[in-house]
């Protein structure tokens, strides 16, 4: 399997990395994996060492994603390294918490730039071997993209662009047998959100909110991103698989005044 994950330091990214490796490793299946991380980040030493101890073959490439030649050499890497791809997987992406009546359009822009750009500009590039091999584009999205969330003014309607992105992609390249699908989680502890976790107030006030009753691992999400790059989804494109823990659904349940 040849596989492209961005945003593939600890967290998120590193569990997709992780689950592919061990599932090909049970299937005694070649895996060729390029991780990117941003310039900022240190390299994930330990996330690559799991990697090829599971007998993966790893390339790690950093740079500014928001940068168009980034994007572009990233692809071409990519492809070089793997000789083809049968996965993409658009992971990167970040917060700028803010309201629209004080956000600047730089951050804004910047928004787009992480969230949204990025996965265009490598599908583009990546298109044709993706049809080479009939392979499949899962960008993670978030709940914020799919309602409107407070406090996160240019985060949510990127969020929601890239799910309407992905959805036109698997429209568009339906024809070529490529499965273009969104994942959007909901609360998930991450090393990014770890901070609010580690308040404990804080913890169960937002786990007392999810039907499930817990928050939600990386992990999780890595079981979601695997189903849809194997042949268990051939026939889903064009989805949003939103793994919330039920909380989006349970919001008309917590008005007040419900008759018994």
């Not at 990214?13 to 299946?29: D, M, P, Q, S």
């Not at 803010?98 to 956000?103: A, M, Q, S, T």
């Not at 804004?108 to 969230?115: E, I, K, S, T, V």
């Not at 991450?190 to 804080?202: A, F, G, N």
Request: charge should be negative; proline fraction near 4%; aromatic fraction near 4%.
């Amino acid at each position: 399997m040849k596989v492209l994950v961005t945003g593939a330091s600890e967290g998120i990214g590193g569990a997709i990395c992780r689950l592919f490796a061990k599932e090909c490793n049970v299937e005694k299946e070649p895996l060729d994996i390029v991780l990117t991380v941003s310039g900022s980040k240190s390299m994930p030493k330990q996330l690559i060492d799991d990697l090829e101890a599971l007998g993966a073959c790893t390339l790690l490439i950093k740079g500014d994603i928001t940068r168009s030649d980034v994007c572009e050499d990233i692809a071409a890497q990519t492809l070089e390294f793997c000789g083809g791809l049968d996965v993409f997987i658009s992971n990167a992406g970040g917060v700028s918490p803010g309201k629209l009546k004080d956000i600047s359009t730089d951050v804004w822009d910047m928004q787009f730039n992480l969230n949204v750009r990025p996965t265009f500009i490598l599908a583009q590039k990546l298109h044709s071997a993706l049809k080479v091999r009939q392979g499949t584009i899962i960008a993670i999205s978030s709940m914020s993209g799919l309602s409107a969330h407070l406090g996160q003014a240019a985060y949510s309607p990127a969020k929601s662009a890239l799910i309407s992105l992905c959805q036109n992609l698997a429209q568009e390249w339906a024809c070529d047998g490529i499965r273009v699908n969104c994942v959007a989680p909901g609360m998930i502890n991450t090393p990014l959100t770890s901070k609010v976790y580690d308040h404990e107030k804080t913890t169960e006030a937002r786990t007392a909110l999810v039907p499930l009753g817990r928050i939600g691992t990386p992990e999780d999400i890595a079981q979601i991103v695997a189903f849809l790059a194997s042949d268990k989804s051939s026939y889903i494109t064009g989805q949003v698989i939103l793994a919330d823990g039920g909380l989006s659904d349970s919001i008309l349940g917590l008005i007040p005044g419900l008759p018994k």
